[in-house]
């Protein structure tokens, strides 16, 4: 039973109606409806056997005892504001717990280290962000760690093959599903079955998962066997184009080990920022089901017009296709990314986003207002050309977030766009 009101009767409440209360009580400040912003950097001890106790369990010395809990001491550590965002936000994936991190690189990059070791390869799907890209196929292989990359068009056995030529022990699978910016999908149960033939009774190699394009709304990956959940949280979470915050989502046995990197390495978000992701998780659900509706009816007018040679979209999987199958078991609705191929390669791409009118042309995604920009040569260029390529970010390849404006609207611009093309 959960320490907090979740319950009516009985009966769970669902994620929405929680995001009001879920992890707060108004007696604690003044009787104020939401949560202060808790701007200190240290917290006072009533006594110093308190705080000594603090540090033992803050540095897991000891387990709790019958009833104590974990105080706080330092908000590197850990926040009022942090914390209740970090329960609010585990409730959509049914996840045990949540760490939130200064940025998604944060959150992907402090989970990984936690992990990985020198001498490891870790597996990781393509096409991956940029960021992630450089992390793995740059960062890593300095500290000993050589990525193996595969597609969705890998079988498991392919994958299991390229793992076995890589020769070192595996201590990482990584895979970004739908993939930024293709929307191609990477089979999770799949993934849980590799990294779980090679774990041990000493090690275990967790499957990360980053769920930043569909968000805890349309996919949740611990159901398929995902260990961990990995969130850029500035994007639908957060969701207003206001904030930087990553997360990272589990079993506390293994989200407890990046929380400890975290602590070491200085990567947790602020508690104002903390207190703005709990006034966007209130949002969360009505913002992410209008965008995808929006998307739905843009990636049709997309669909049909003459000048555009295809569009990846979830809503436009072929049936009887691997894809589509896959997007039945794994998906539960197509989120609202999309991207198409102009007609006419990079200068016709460009001609069309120098021609938007109501889209903001800017990197970033899941925010109320709807966003477009070219993959190949900004959120992607940290890939060579011939990664691209074969990733399907060619030249003319635009990707589009949707966001909270009028279907006709953003339609009505994407047409007179692509009248200039």
Same mark, same amino acid.
């Given at each position: 039973?959960?320490?907090?009101?979740?319950?009516?009767?009985?009966?769970?409440?669902?994620? $929405?109606?929680?995001? *009001?209360?879920?992890?707060?009580?108004?007696?604690?400040? $003044?009787?104020?409806?939401?949560?202060?912003?808790?701007?200190?950097?240290?917290?006072?001890?009533?006594?110093?056997?308190?705080?000594?106790?603090?540090?033992?369990?803050?540095?897991?010395?000891?387990?709790?005892?019958?009833?104590?809990?974990?105080?706080?001491?330092?908000?590197?550590?850990?926040?009022?504001?942090? $914390?209740?965002? $970090?329960?609010?936000?585990?409730?959509?994936?049914?996840?045990?717990?949540?760490?939130?991190?200064?940025?998604?690189?944060?959150?992907?990059?402090?989970?990984?280290?936690?992990?990985?070791?020198?001498?490891?390869?870790?597996?990781?799907?393509?096409?991956?962000?940029?960021?992630?890209?450089?992390?793995?196929?740059?960062?890593?292989?300095?500290?000993?760690?050589?990525?193996?990359?595969?597609?969705?068009?890998?079988?498991?056995?392919?994958?299991?093959?390229?793992?076995?030529?890589?020769?070192?022990?595996?201590?990482?699978?990584?895979?970004?599903?739908?993939?930024?910016?293709?929307?191609? !999908?990477?089979?999770?149960?799949?993934?849980?079955?590799?990294?779980?033939?090679?774990?041990?009774?000493?090690?275990?190699?967790?499957?990360?998962?980053?769920?930043?394009?569909?968000?805890?709304?349309? #996919?949740?990956?611990?159901?398929?066997?995902?260990? !961990?959940?990995?969130?850029?949280?500035?994007?639908?979470?957060?969701?207003? /184009?206001?904030?930087?915050?990553?997360?990272?989502?589990?079993?506390?046995?293994?989200?407890?080990?990046?929380?400890?990197?975290?602590?070491?390495?200085?990567?947790?978000?602020?508690?104002?920022?903390?207190?703005?992701? *709990?006034?966007? *998780?209130?949002?969360?659900?009505?913002?992410?089901?209008?965008?995808?509706?929006?998307?739905?009816?843009?990636?049709?007018?997309?669909?049909?017009?003459?000048?555009?040679?295809?569009?990846?979209?979830?809503?436009?999987?072929?049936?009887?296709?691997? #894809?589509?199958?896959?997007?039945?078991? #794994?998906?539960?609705?197509?989120?609202?990314?999309?991207?198409?191929?102009?007609?006419?390669?990079?200068?016709?791409?460009?001609?069309?986003?120098?021609?938007? #009118?109501?889209?903001? !042309?800017?990197? /970033?995604?899941?925010?109320?207002?709807? !966003?477009?920009?070219?993959?190949?040569?900004?959120?992607?260029?940290?890939?060579?050309?011939?990664?691209?390529?074969?990733?399907?970010?060619?030249?003319?390849?635009?990707?589009? /977030?949707?966001? *909270?404006?009028?279907?006709?609207?953003?339609?009505?611009?994407?047409?007179?766009?692509?009248?200039?093309?």
């Amino acid at each position: 039973m959960s320490k907090w009101k979740d319950r009516i009767g009985g009966k769970p409440l669902h994620p $929405e109606s929680l995001m *009001m209360s879920y992890g707060y009580k108004p007696e604690w400040s $003044e009787g104020a409806a939401k949560s202060p912003i808790f701007q200190t950097s240290t917290f006072v001890f009533r006594t110093a056997e308190e705080g000594k106790a603090f540090f033992e369990l803050a540095q897991g010395r000891r387990e709790p005892g019958p009833g104590e809990k974990r105080g706080l001491i330092y908000s590197r550590l850990n926040n009022p504001d942090l $914390e209740i965002a $970090e329960d609010r936000l585990a409730l959509w994936d049914g996840a045990e717990d949540c760490a939130l991190f200064n940025s998604g690189m944060a959150a992907i990059a402090t989970a990984m280290l936690a992990f990985a070791r020198p001498g490891d390869v870790a597996a990781v799907s393509h096409p991956l962000y940029g960021g992630t890209h450089h992390l793995t196929d740059w960062l890593l292989p300095q500290f000993g760690i050589r990525p193996i990359p595969f597609s969705c068009e890998c079988s498991e056995e392919e994958i299991e093959a390229r793992i076995a030529a890589a020769g070192g022990p595996l201590g990482f699978v990584l895979i970004e599903t739908p993939a930024n910016p293709t929307n191609d !999908l990477i089979d999770i149960a799949c993934c849980a079955r590799i990294a779980a033939r090679h774990s041990t009774p000493d090690r275990k190699v967790p499957l990360a998962v980053d769920n930043t394009f569909l968000g805890p709304l349309f #996919q949740h990956p611990l159901e398929h066997g995902a260990d !961990l959940v990995l969130y850029s949280a500035t994007k639908y979470i957060g969701g207003h /184009s206001d904030l930087i915050a990553g997360a990272v989502l589990g079993p506390a046995s293994l989200v407890e080990p990046v929380r400890s990197f975290r602590t070491l390495l200085g990567t947790q978000t602020d508690p104002w920022t903390g207190w703005l992701l *709990m006034r966007s *998780m209130e949002t969360l659900k009505v913002r992410m089901e209008r965008q995808a509706h929006t998307a739905g009816a843009v990636a049709d007018y997309l669909a049909s017009h003459p000048r555009v040679l295809r569009v990846n979209y979830l809503g436009h999987l072929a049936e009887g296709t691997p #894809q589509y199958d896959l997007y039945r078991r #794994q998906c539960l609705g197509p989120g609202a990314m999309i991207s198409f191929e102009v007609e006419g390669g990079v200068e016709a791409a460009y001609r069309f986003l120098n021609s938007l #009118q109501l889209f903001k !042309l800017a990197v /970033s995604l899941g925010s109320t207002e709807s !966003l477009a920009q070219h993959p190949a040569t900004m959120t992607h260029s940290e890939a060579t050309e011939e990664e691209n390529l074969a990733a399907g970010v060619t030249p003319g390849l635009v990707r589009l /977030s949707i966001g *909270m404006e009028h279907p006709d609207d953003l339609i009505l611009d994407v047409g007179q766009a692509l009248e200039k093309v």
